[in-house]
């Protein structure tokens, strides 16, 4: 037995001095140095008992220390649970103790803040720094270069990824090796990347865009990646020349065309740019091929599924659409268990070998996200036009994207309901210039109270990530329902939608 995902995207490079990581300061670390680094984490890793199957919880800042940390994961079979840099130490405590993290790996600066939620979980931390410090890093340092491959099979789990959800708690995505292998392999065959290809990566490494789309399929194809530290439009600029390809959120693509020197000249040597998390406007789309020459290409995907859809290479890339199931992968619109025609809206379903194996210790959540014929229920409403296009038309889940990150309602709504004078609350997205959606709370004041909303940003800036976080307040008498009681956001959505134009 061997250990696929290690050998297909890491295994294949041994040994070879072709370039992996272009860092910010000029430095490029190979596919060799790369594999030697993810060997002392693996060694360090399991001297310290951490076994395969035990998932590792990490919140790092992004660097190559913290990328090849993945790969020693991979190589040792112990799974890789990364988390948001933004979240609080009271999100962090959930997802800890939720997954059973057997080490809670975080930046240097952070230690003292988490290691009380950590050790409230009774489990260790230990810390890795952007410039080789920590104590991490200090024992990978110190570990020998070479660790033999765990061997593993397609239904072991890679990665734990927590995705929110409706009901406000969050649910940790079990992906498998054959989960992301197989995922990477279709990418691989529809967006043709190769050897020769420099992605620049600027997105966060702790989701599925950064972590597996972006890095596993230049893995995959043996190509390197420019390695930002975050999307700066000023270091894009500066790398984009360098770049054969790109992959971003909106927002990414959006700010670069407020920019004036992103010009036609620029790009002019680019392959191709992709763009997902979050719906491209078809506006965007059409600017972008005007000042570039460039069509987008734009993809589907979730956290659970990795990618589902994507445009064509060759071929019509429709702006306002997703395009096609990706090779393996199959793709259907239903109204409960119908599935329905051409034209017709319903719910989006997704069945290949990329639909993860449920969420972590919840199987009552899988079976409720799961038909009994293997088809996974994404919430998101679609349609598929007469040539097959997929069309994203709507979301039948509460969920706002804000810059590619996610928020659910709910966990919003619970922390403000519980706040001094507050009787309810209702969230909703608005749209916003720069991050497509962004966060509205409406506020019900309790019977002769006044809410103090100083107290209540404050209350909600200590629990909750800043990207959760309410960008507008509103305070009304009373929310409006429908007659079965249920708050109908529909009509606060377009009460707010200005709040945040021009
Ligand atoms: C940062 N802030 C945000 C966001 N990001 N607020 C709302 N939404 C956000 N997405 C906060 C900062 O904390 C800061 O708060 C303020 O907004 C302004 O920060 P700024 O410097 O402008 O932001 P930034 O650091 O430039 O980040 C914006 C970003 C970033 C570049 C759009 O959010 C980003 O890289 N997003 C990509 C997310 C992503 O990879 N999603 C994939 C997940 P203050 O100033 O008040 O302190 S989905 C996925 O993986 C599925 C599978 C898929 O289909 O891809
Ligand atoms: P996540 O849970 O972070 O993986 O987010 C997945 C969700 O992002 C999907 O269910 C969609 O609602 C949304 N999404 C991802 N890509 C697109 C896209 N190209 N267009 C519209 N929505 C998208």
Known sequence: MTNPLY???LGQHEGKDTAFLHLPGG?????????ARADRFANALTARGIAPGDRLA????KSADALALYAGCIKAGIVFLPLNTAYTASELDYFISNSGAALFVCDPASEAALTPAAAAQGISVMTLGTAGEGSLAAAADAAGPRFAPVPRGPDDLAALLYTSGTTGRSKGAMLTQENL??????LLDCWRFTADDVLLHALPIFHAHGLFVATNLTLLAGGAMIFLPKFDVEAVLAELPKATSMMGVPTFYTRLLDEPRFTRDLVRHMRLFISGSAPLLAETHARFEERTGHRILERYGMTETSM?????YEGARRAGTVGFPLPGVEIRVADGEKALPAGEIGTVEVRGPNVFKGYWQMPEKTAEEMRADGFFITGDLGLIDEDGYLHIVGRGKDLVISGGYNIYPKEVELLLDEQPGVLESAVIGAPHPDFGESVVAILVPEAGAAIDLDAVRAAVGEKLARFKQPRHYAVIDA???NTMGKVQKNILRERYKHVFAG
């Open 7 to 9: 050998e297909a995207l």
């Open 27 to 35: 430095a490029t670390l190979t596919h060799a140095d790369f594999i």
């Open 58 to 61: 990490v919140q790092l800042t």
């Open 181 to 186: 292998l197989s995922n990477a392999r279709a």
């Open 308 to 312: 589902n859809t994507s445009n064509p």
């Open 479 to 481: 929310l409006p329902r």
